[in-house]
């Protein structure tokens, strides 16, 4: 079983900066494409960005102000997030297409709290 654990989110002020983890776990899986997305209450889940391979692709709201990155040798995905606004504010889900048990999946982590405040 493959499991997504997030940390990092918290309390910041507007201007401020936040980086956020995700590690993979389990037993024998490969990961393919990993990324962040981020739900505000009220408001439809929002692809933040991606990263697979060398490429990376960012929502426009956070061009120039995020950056994703990941190291597969500890099978970790990160959020860079520079220049917070209080739009910013939100749950923050890691997500990876891994390949298990000859099965790919799409998994996802429980979330991290991020509050930006003005």
């Known amino acids: 079983q493959v499991q997504l654990v997030e940390s990092g989110g918290g309390l910041v002020q507007a201007g401020g900066s936040l980086r956020l983890s995700c590690a993979a776990s389990g037993s024998w899986f490969v990961i393919y494409t990993m990324a962040w997305y981020r739900q505000a209450p009220g408001k439809q889940r929002e692809l933040v960005a991606t990263?697979?391979?060398?490429?990376?692709k960012y929502a426009d709201s956070v061009k120039g102000r995020f950056t994703i990155s990941r190291d597969d040798a500890k099978n970790t995905v990160y959020l860079q997030m520079n220049t917070l606004k209080p739009e910013d504010t939100a749950v923050y889900l890691c997500?990876?297409?891994?390949?298990?048990?000859?099965?790919?999946?799409?998994?996802w982590g429980q979330g991290t709290q991020v509050t930006v405040s003005s």
């Open positions: 997500n990876a297409e891994i390949r298990a048990l000859g099965l790919v999946n799409n998994y």
């Open positions: 990263i697979s391979g060398g490429s990376t």
